[in-house]
C-alpha cells in the first residue's frame, strides 16, 4: 500500500526535565521525539492529488480545560483513536476510572493534536505531586473543581495584557516556563511517534489561545516536521496576531529548516477582534508589513467546528446580497436574535454560573466587541468568511495585498481526545458537561451543549499522505473542510475552460493545464473580457448521503467600493446523485472588479445530532428542547472549497 523506503532518525537532545507530570500520564522521559523523514515518493503518490481527510484540532488532558481531563487521555490516545482503536471514554467510576470506550467509524489520514500552549506548565504544577506549588491555595481551589480550575486559569487569558500567576509561576513566571518543557516534549514524542510516512501524517501543534474581553482570539500552530521551537509561544507570550508571527519566527527559521503555519478559528465568536491590523500603527507601510507577514503564515481558517459555523451570516448591513438559509445551519449568531447565555466568574477560588441576554446587532465601525465566546457580543463582516474575504478585497485596493486571503478547512475542536468523531448518530459529546444526552441537551458553557455540535473534518488536495504535502497543500490553500461527511469537493478557474471537462477522463490534469485549482488567484489577461469559466465537481461521502447541490458563491466588490455576495445554484439533483460536474461560464463578470469564488457543496436534510439523544431519553426525562421547536430537527450537511481570487483592473 505504501512506499518504505523511509528512515527514522532518531535524536537525544531533549533530556527529561525537573517539571515532568505525572508518570502514570507522561509519554516523554529521557529520550526525544523521533523524527520522520521521507526519501522517496509514496507508491500511491498522485499528481492530480487525492483528497485526504483529518483534524487539525484536537485536545487531550494535556489541555487545561479538556473533557479528557476526566479521562486521563492523551496525545498518544487521540493517536490511535485517529488510527482507528478504541480509547478509554465516559462514563467515569467514583474513582474515576472511565469505564466505556469509544472508536472512530473510519480512521482519519492526518491528525495535529493542539492542546493549549498557555497553561502546559501550571497544569504540570497543579497535577504534579511534590511540585513547587502543588500545596499552595490556588493549586488546591484548582484541583477542586475541573470547571472552577478552567475558569481560574482562563481569566489570565480574557485580557489584552496577560500575565502569569505569581502564586503559581514565580514573579517572573519562569517556574511555569520551565514546567512546561516535559509536556511540550510528550506532545512531541506522540506526533512523531504516530507518524507513518505515506500512510499516516501527525503534525507536531499547540493551540495559541487569546480570548480578550472573552472574544475568540484562538489560532492553531501547525509545524511542519519535527524540527520545532523549545517552547510553545503563547498568547501570554504574544498576545496580538502579529508579535505571535514574530516570536515564532525568531525560534523558527525556514533556513534551520523550521517552519510552521498558523489557523485561525470560531471566528464567529470574534466581536471583530480578528479584522486585520488590531494594535497597528495607521500607515500604509504598517498595514503593508502585517498583511505580507499573515499572506506568509497564516494561509488558511476554520469555517466549522463545534462551536458552530463561520461561513456567513445573514443581515450584515454592509453586504449586498439575497438572504441564504444555509448560513443559520448550526449557527450559534444571528443577526438581531436575543442571545440568552450562561455567564461565569470566580471570586476567591468559587465559580459562580448565571444567565444573561443580548440582542446580536453589529459592532459600530471602527470598534470591537466583548463576549463572542458566549454567544454574545456584537458581529463583524470579519467574524464571518464569506463577509470576511470581502474585506480582504477591499483592503488589496487600498494597499496592494490582502490581508484576509484565507483558503478553509473544518475541525472538531473535539476536549475529548476524539478526532473526527462527527457522525450525529454516535456523538458522544466534544467537551467537560456532555458525557451523557441529559447534559449534551442543557445549554453549557460558552457554545456548548445543545448549541454545539460535532464538528468537521479537515480535507486536503495532496499529492502524497506525508508532512511536507500536506503542509504544502494547505500553504497553496487547495483545501477544504466538511461539516462532517467525507464529500471530496473541487473547483478550477481558467479564461477558456473546456465545457466537455466533467465528461473527460483526464478532467482533473486538464484543469490544472488549462486553468488554476481552489486556494490560487486567476490572472488576468488580455483576452478575460467575456468572463472565466469555472470547474465546479464534488463526489459524495462513500459512505453517506448523495449530493443535492452545488452551490457557487461569488463576492465583488462594485464600482463604488460597495460589497456584494451572490449564491448560485449552478447543479442540483433533486433525488441525490453520487457526483455532480459543471463547467459554469460568469457571465455578469466585470474585468474591473475584484471578486472571488468558492464552492460548497450540500446533501439532503438529515438529522440533527440532538434528535437521537431526545429518542434514547424516557419521554418524562426529555428536556424543552426535544419539543419546544428551538433547534431544528433536520440539517444539510455541507462541503466548501477554498476560494479562488481575481483582481480588478
Same mark, same amino acid.
Given at each position: 500500500m505504501s512506499n518504505k523506503s523511509y528512515v527514522l532518525i532518531a535524536s537525544l537532545i531533549l533530556a527529561a526535565c525537573s517539571g515532568s507530570d505525572n508518570p502514570t500520564e507522561s509519554i516523554a522521559s529521557e529520550s526525544s521525539p523521533l523524527a520522520a523523514v521521507q526519501s522517496d515518493a509514496c507508491d500511491n503518490f498522485n499528481s492530480d492529488g487525492t483528497a485526504l481527510f483529518g483534524d487539525l484540532h484536537v485536545h487531550t488532558s494535556y489541555s487545561f480545560d479538556a473533557a479528557a481531563n476526566s479521562l486521563g487521555t492523551t496525545p498518544t490516545d487521540a493517536h490511535r483513536y485517529a488510527r482507528g482503536e478504541a480509547?478509554?471514554?465516559?462514563?467515569?467510576?467514583?474513582? +474515576?476510572?472511565?469505564? +466505556?470506550?469509544?472508536?472512530i467509524d473510519r480512521p482519519l489520514d492526518f491528525l495535529a493534536v493542539t492542546d493549549h500552549g498557555e497553561f502546559l506548565g501550571e497544569r504540570a504544577l497543579c497535577r504534579t505531586e511534590g511540585s513547587p506549588t502543588y500545596e499552595t491555595t490556588f493549586c488546591n481551589n484548582y484541583r477542586a473543581n475541573q470547571r472552577q480550575g478552567m475558569m481560574m486559569l482562563a481569566s489570565v487569558i480574557t485580557t489584552e495584557t496577560p500575565e502569569r500567576i505569581t502564586e503559581l509561576c514565580g514573579a517572573d513566571g519562569s517556574l511555569c516556563r520551565d514546567y512546561a518543557e516535559s509536556p511540550w516534549q510528550d506532545i512531541q514524542l506522540a506526533a512523531n511517534s504516530a507518524n507513518a510516512p505515506c500512510e499516516f501524517t501527525s503534525f507536531v501543534a499547540y493551540e495559541y489561545t487569546g480570548t480578550p474581553g472573552t472574544s475568540n482570539y484562538h489560532r492553531n500552530v501547525i509545524f511542519r516536521d519535527g524540527n520545532v521551537p523549545s517552547k510553545p509561544v503563547s498568547y501570554i507570550d504574544a498576545p496580538i496576531d502579529s508579535k505571535l508571527w514574530s516570536a515564532l519566527d525568531a525560534v523558527c527559521d525556514i533556513e534551520d529548516g523550521c517552519d510552521y503555519l498558523t489557523i485561525p478559528h470560531n471566528s464567529n465568536l470574534a466581536n471583530g477582534r480578528m479584522a486585520p491590523y488590531m494594535q497597528l500603527e495607521d500607515t500604509t507601510e504598517a498595514k503593508r508589513a502585517y498583511a505580507s507577514a499573515r499572506l506568509k503564515r497564516e494561509p488558511i481558517m476554520e469555517i466549522f467546528q463545534h462551536k458552530g459555523g463561520s461561513e456567513c451570516i445573514n443581515g450584515l448591513s454592509s453586504v449586498f446580497g439575497a438572504p441564504d438559509e444555509l448560513c443559520d445551519v448550526e449557527s450559534v449568531r444571528r443577526m438581531g436574535e436575543n442571545k440568552?447565555?450562561?455567564?461565569?466568574?470566580?471570586?476567591?477560588?468559587?465559580?459562580?454560573?448565571?444567565?444573561?441576554?443580548?440582542?446580536?446587532?453589529?459592532?459600530?465601525? +471602527?470598534?470591537? %466587541?466583548?463576549?463572542?465566546?458566549?454567544?454574545?457580543?456584537?458581529?463583524?463582516?470579519?467574524?464571518?468568511?464569506?463577509?470576511?474575504?470581502?474585506?480582504?478585497?477591499?483592503?488589496?485596493?487600498?494597499?496592494?495585498?490582502?490581508?484576509?486571503?484565507?483558503?478553509?478547512? /473544518?475541525?472538531?475542536?473535539?476536549?475529548?481526545?476524539?478526532?473526527?468523531?462527527?457522525?450525529?448518530?454516535?456523538?458522544?459529546? /466534544?467537551?467537560?458537561?456532555?458525557?451523557?444526552?441529559?447534559?449534551?441537551?442543557?445549554? +453549557?458553557?460558552?457554545?456548548?451543549?445543545?448549541?454545539? *455540535?460535532?464538528? %468537521?473534518?479537515?480535507?486536503?488536495?495532496?499529492?502524497?499522505?506525508?508532512?511536507?504535502?500536506?503542509?504544502?497543500?494547505?500553504?497553496?490553500?487547495?483545501?477544504?473542510?466538511?461539516?462532517?461527511?467525507?464529500?471530496?469537493?473541487?473547483?478550477?478557474?481558467?479564461? *477558456?475552460?473546456?465545457?466537455?471537462?466533467?465528461?473527460?477522463?483526464?478532467?482533473?490534469?486538464?484543469?490544472?493545464?488549462?486553468?488554476?485549482?481552489?486556494?490560487?488567484? @486567476?490572472?488576468?489577461?488580455?483576452?478575460?473580457?467575456?468572463?472565466?469559466? @469555472?470547474?465546479?465537481?464534488?463526489?459524495?461521502?462513500?459512505? %453517506?448521503?448523495?449530493?443535492?447541490?452545488?452551490?457557487?458563491?461569488?463576492?465583488?466588490?462594485?464600482?463604488?467600493?460597495?460589497?456584494? *455576495?451572490?449564491?448560485?445554484?449552478? /447543479?442540483?439533483?433533486?433525488?441525490?446523485?453520487?457526483?455532480?460536474?459543471?463547467?459554469?461560464?460568469?457571465?455578469?463578470?466585470?474585468?474591473?472588479?475584484? /471578486?472571488?469564488?468558492?464552492?460548497?457543496?450540500?446533501?439532503?436534510?438529515?438529522?440533527?445530532?440532538?434528535?437521537?439523544?431526545?429518542?434514547?431519553?424516557?419521554?418524562?426525562?426529555?428536556?424543552?428542547?426535544?419539543?419546544?421547536?428551538?433547534?431544528?430537527?433536520?440539517?444539510?450537511?455541507?462541503?466548501?472549497?477554498?476560494?479562488?481570487?481575481?483582481?480588478?483592473?
Open positions: 480509547i478509554p471514554f465516559f462514563p467515569v467510576d467514583p474513582q +474515576g476510572i472511565p469505564l +466505556g470506550s469509544v472508536k440568552t447565555y450562561v455567564t461565569r466568574d470566580v471570586v476567591a477560588g468559587e465559580l459562580t454560573l448565571g444567565q444573561a441576554s443580548q440582542i446580536t446587532v453589529e459592532c459600530e465601525p +471602527g470598534t470591537t %466587541g466583548d463576549s463572542g465566546m458566549l454567544g454574545a457580543g456584537c458581529v463583524h463582516p470579519t467574524d464571518f468568511q464569506r463577509s470576511g474575504l470581502l474585506v480582504g478585497l477591499i483592503e488589496e485596493q487600498a494597499i496592494g495585498l490582502n490581508p484576509v486571503k484565507l483558503g478553509i478547512i /473544518a475541525a472538531t475542536d473535539t476536549h475529548s481526545s476524539t478526532p473526527g468523531a462527527v457522525i450525529e448518530s454516535a456523538w458522544t459529546g /466534544a467537551v467537560t458537561g456532555e458525557a451523557t444526552p441529559a447534559e449534551r441537551l442543557q445549554p +453549557g458553557l460558552l457554545t456548548s451543549g445543545i448549541d454545539g *455540535n460535532p464538528g %468537521g473534518l479537515a480535507g486536503v488536495w495532496a499529492k502524497e499522505n506525508t508532512r511536507d504535502a500536506v503542509f504544502d497543500a494547505m500553504l497553496r490553500k487547495e483545501v477544504f473542510g466538511t461539516s462532517g461527511p467525507r464529500i471530496r469537493p473541487r473547483l478550477f478557474a481558467g479564461w *477558456n475552460l473546456n465545457e466537455g471537462l466533467c465528461e473527460d477522463a483526464d478532467m482533473v490534469a486538464k484543469a490544472y493545464a488549462s486553468g488554476v485549482p481552489m486556494g490560487a488567484d @486567476l490572472m488576468p489577461t488580455a483576452t478575460n473580457t467575456n468572463g472565466p469559466s @469555472l470547474l465546479a465537481y464534488a463526489a459524495k461521502d462513500p459512505d %453517506g448521503q448523495p449530493l443535492q447541490a452545488l452551490h457557487l458563491i461569488k463576492g465583488w466588490i462594485d464600482g463604488d467600493g460597495k460589497m456584494h *455576495n451572490e449564491v448560485i445554484t449552478v /447543479a442540483e439533483a433533486e433525488t441525490g446523485a453520487d457526483s455532480l460536474c459543471v463547467v459554469y461560464n460568469d457571465t455578469h463578470f466585470d474585468a474591473s472588479q475584484s /471578486a472571488y469564488y468558492y464552492l460548497r457543496a450540500v446533501e439532503p436534510e438529515t438529522a440533527r445530532w440532538h434528535t437521537y439523544d431526545c429518542a434514547a431519553l424516557t419521554e418524562a426525562d426529555r428536556p424543552e428542547v426535544c419539543t419546544n421547536g428551538v433547534y431544528p430537527e433536520s440539517i444539510r450537511e455541507m462541503a466548501w472549497t477554498s476560494p479562488i481570487w481575481y483582481q480588478g483592473q
